[in-house]
């Protein structure tokens, strides 16, 4: 016991006597002890953070029908599929050809309140979105070609089946029409700007149809394969629908996701790299300027093993201290990072703490190695004679 | 059987033969001092003697071992265990107490006992000095630290390079004053010295010439204490 507060006290006295060379080392060390810490943090969170900002681009999975159209009781088998927490929104749509002063449009029946979050990139140029029986928002090309603006009221035409070979044969035509309410103009920089949007029950009414959908746009949050999992399972279980990703969302995502993490790691590794490089610098120079001192202790009758032991529990102390800032700090880096370039906090990851400690210790420990090894090749001699 | 023994021992560097067909038998208890020019040999018959180095022919006999033979893991267990070393410049371990530095031989050896390191202290006069930094004791109080550190393993030979080099002549009498103590207790003493005057008190003196001894002095009169020639 007595010994071994000796050694402690023995590399203790030796840290604090060459405070300004060891802060070096132990600034690096804490540096290099954030970084990995902050870094796997974010490693970690990227997916869950990154797949919040990809669920802003639009849906990434899609149900369309095997025949014809589908129910909503369809959409809602293949809905229970994927877990709430991880379903984002579910917006179902059905398009109908319909006329505006005889000039066809198709006209969209959904549920504004699903397409808001399957669909969060929509802009309402002015107005808003649509909400009450006889309301419809309409998209900025049809807004131009009919000099509409919100507020404004128009009338919407349908020619039901039976009607449409009546107008084949030019004979006279009993259309379904009904007045609605410009609510807002929808800019999308896509082809949503040429269709009008309503809520599904008034496209039924328009239209004499009820509950067909031709197409369920899905915002799941999920990483890749998971994604997958969900689609195949949809395909197994639920019947007239079928389920595929869009490729172009979700494969975007995990690219740039592996993308990232391989950008993380390679970060971690050259900056543990550079930790490792100023530690053993340092730990070189100590050496260097304790020759006379690792002589003595030779002379004195210290073993191999013993400077070895001594030089060693000082870089793991140096380690352990660096690793315990380091833990600290790296959470503080990883919830700002995550703050300012997601706008979302982190979670804290307690197995970090121990992991980024004993990664600290084993790097610093590793870079010592060389300069240990030349501190147990002085001669002894050397103290004699003052040389 | 001899404590130290020194058969027909070279120590050759190239062309330069530091040590030439060195014998030299030195008893238990005797103290010895060995005097000669820079250059004659002296260092390198200290460190063969003191297990930090190995001849390049002939036997070194430590208490019946022949160390010429040794490993040098086993001259660091033979060093730490039979031989006590006084440098010229000190070497005190500067952010260790003068306790803690004679505490230092103790940890490498067995176990520190501070109470044991204490009365070492006491027996070089420096109780009060005891927690004091190396920094705050003037060189005659280093030295005797440096003592205390040699004599805490009851080793069997005592080995001190220059060891009043760098003192004062009040200091340098302290340092001869405890060696005669250290020689009445039965401790073996080789010291290496420029100044005839510690060299003249030992009971016998050699002189080192170019690797040889080239002449060897039984003190008569021997009484173990320093004359200054005023």
Redesign the interface.
Known sequence: M??RR??F??IT??L??RRSRMVVALLSIAIGATILSGLVSIYYDVPRQLGAEFRNYGANMILTATDGGFTSADMNAGRSVIPAADLVGAAPFRYENIRIREKPVVAAGTDPEQVKATSPYWLIDSGEWFKNSGELLIGAKVADSFRLKAGDKIELSFTPEEQQKNAAENKAVQDNVREFTVSGILKTGGTEEEYVYMNMEDLDSLTGKADRIDVAEFSVSAASEKLKGYVEEINRTASGVRASLVKRVTASETTVLSKLQALVLLVTVVVLALTMICVATTMTAVVAERR??IG?????????G?IIKEFMGESMLLGLLGGIIGSVLGYVFAAQVSLRVFSSSISFRPLLVPITIAVSIIVTGLSSLMPIRSATEI???L????E | MSLLELKNVYKIYGELHALDNVNLTVEKGEWVSIMGPSGSGK?TM??II?C??KPSKGEVLLDGVDISKESS?SL??I???KIG?I???F?L????TAV?NV???Q???S???EKEALEALERVGLTDRAKHLPSQLSGGEQQRVCVA?ALI?YPEIILA??PTGNLDEANEETVVDLFHKLHDEGTTLIVVTHDPEVAEVAQRQLVLRNGRISKEVINQHFTGKIRFND
């Open positions: 007595k010994k000796m050694f006290h023995m006295a030796s604090m006597r006379k001192e003595l202790r030779k002379a004195i009758g210290a073993s191999d013993s001669d002894p001699a103290v004699l004679k003052g | 260092s200290m460190n003191g930090m180095d893991k660091t267990t060093r730490r265990d070393l440098f010229q410049q070497h371990v500067n952010n260790l803690e505490m230092l031989a940890y490498y050896h176990i520190p006992d550190r393993n390079d220059e």
